[in-house]
């Protein structure tokens, strides 16, 4: 039997545009090495809209660039002319996406650190607030939370530059902040999966967002329910707290 290439594999392109050669996709860290955005441009804006989207609902693989050209309403040598092509295409949105959302929470990350630990469980309950309205309430971000999410359920090189861009920071200052809050260690392995518990529940009623609909008999998630979520959200951060101050000697 032959040993080449298998039917259906899914490759990463690691040379120039053209250049044919490829190589498997993983999940290593591509480069990244922050760059200016280019100038703008109405019909590269308007690609990166419909790829957000169309990427964010089928996935890399399933999206062609032929869809996202008529999506955006241009001619699909545009895909190659800025970005080089589909996969270039597809780190651009990553890119854009850091560029769009992260100066919405930049406020609240470059505080001075809390000296206090009521400061650091209000500067904490503050993030996940934010963190509610950007990822469940806004309308406005939800091809971009799609695309987010579905990196994470079926990562590419790009969730590098999504982690480094959008959830580090914000991970790295919640955990200084739960150590402060707690008095524990902000390296400890419990201290970052504290952390991640407080994230991931917000992140759960973005992805089971119809299912919960159904089980609360919402027939959406609009602010009133956003803020009972909210509600939820801190006072699980109060319990955890007040739980977490028991535990230490």
């Excluded at 703008?40 to 996202?68: H, N």
């Excluded at 590419?156 to 955990?175: A, D, G, K, N, W």
Aim: charged share 25%.
């Amino acid at each position: 039997m032959s040993s080449g290439k298998k039917r259906g594999q899914r490759r990463w392109s690691s040379a120039a545009p053209g250049a044919g050669t490829t190589t498997k996709r993983t999940n290593e860290p591509m480069d990244d090495k922050t760059k200016a955005p280019p100038p703008p441009s109405p019909g590269r804006q308007k690609l990166l809209d419909a790829a957000i989207a169309l990427f964010g609902r089928k996935g890399f693989d399933a999206t062609t660039t032929r869809e996202i050209a008529e999506a955006a309403g241009v001619n699909i040598a545009n895909i190659a002319y800025h970005f080089g092509g589909k996969e270039g295409l597809y780190r651009a949105c990553a890119e854009e996406l850091g560029r769009a959302i992260r100066p919405r929470v930049t406020d609240v990350l470059s505080r001075k650190a809390p000296e206090t630990p009521q400061e650091a469980r209000n500067a904490i309950a503050e993030i996940l607030s934010r963190m509610v309205h950007l990822i469940i309430r806004e309308p406005a971000l939800e091809n971009p939370s799609r695309f987010i999410l579905r990196e994470y359920f079926d990562p590419t090189p790009t969730l590098h530059l999504l982690y480094q861009s959008l959830m580090e920071p914000i991970s790295s200052r919640l955990t200084a902040l739960w150590a402060t809050a707690v008095g524990a260690d902000p390296e400890a392995e419990d201290t970052r999966l504290a952390v991640m518990g407080l994230v991931g529940q917000i992140l759960a009623f973005r992805v089971a967002r119809s299912i919960i609909c159904l089980r609360m008999e919402w027939e959406t998630i609009g602010p009133r329910e956003a803020e009972a979520i909210e509600t939820m959200v801190i006072a699980t951060l109060d319990a955890r707290i007040a739980a977490a101050r028991k535990e230490r000697p």
